[in-house]
């Protein structure tokens, strides 16, 4: 395929680009729609989760399909990009939804284990999305960037229980998300001892 010829770093810019302009659209989407607020969160939240579970995705495709393998560099920029679109979730959350009522927020929290949930996935993410980079990995050393990181095996799920428990009918999609999750850790139980 003319793709696979295409140096990785191209490929890496041309992701990085198509991410980019689907966030522009689903921004554009979300302002000709009937209620910015609740469509900008639902998208940014629904294609975070989507991104950060496709990271995890690569490692055991990759075992199995050599073309996955080739693409497993960008790995690292999908699982950026998930936590880019899970804090600009979060700062819709913030700032249009709340409009800085801190203690509205936390009240809200209290009340709500799925927001408690996405506030910790999110929390756990974001040691990861600074460590992701190779000067990271220098100054803290593989095996402890390695062992931080896997962090991503709770957070994930965190992700994925809070878009279901978020679901007020549509369960399908978030129940299929942690089917693949599932499938995913037994995998990385089955390979890591």
Not at 20 to 45: E, H, K, N, Q
Not at 161 to 174: G, I, R, V
């Amino acid at each position: 395929m003319a793709l696979f010829n295409v140096p990785i770093t191209t490929r890496k810019h041309l992701l990085n680009l198509g991410l980019c302009l689907a966030l522009i659209w689903g921004v554009y989407d979300a302002l000709m729609g009937p209620d910015l607020v609740s469509d900008l969160r639902d998208f940014t939240g629904r294609y975070g989760a989507y991104l950060l579970l496709i990271s995890l995705l690569f490692t055991p495709l990759s075992q199995r399909w050599h073309w996955v393998k080739r693409h497993l560099a960008m790995r690292r920029n999908i699982g950026v990009w998930g936590f880019i679109y899970a804090a600009l979730h979060v700062l819709i959350w913030i700032m249009l939804e709340f409009y800085y009522d801190w203690q509205l927020m936390l009240d809200e929290i209290a009340g709500n284990l799925f927001i408690l949930l996405g506030i910790l996935a999110f929390l756990l993410l974001l040691p990861l999305a600074l460590t992701s980079t190779h000067k990271a990995i220098k100054y803290l050393g593989y095996r402890k960037w390695q062992l931080l990181h896997t962090l991503t095996y709770v957070a994930i799920p965190a992700v994925i229980a809070h878009h279901f428990m978020a679901q007020k009918t549509a369960t399908l999609e978030p129940l299929l998300m942690g089917l693949v999750l599932f499938l995913v850790l037994v995998w990385r139980y089955r390979h890591v001892r």
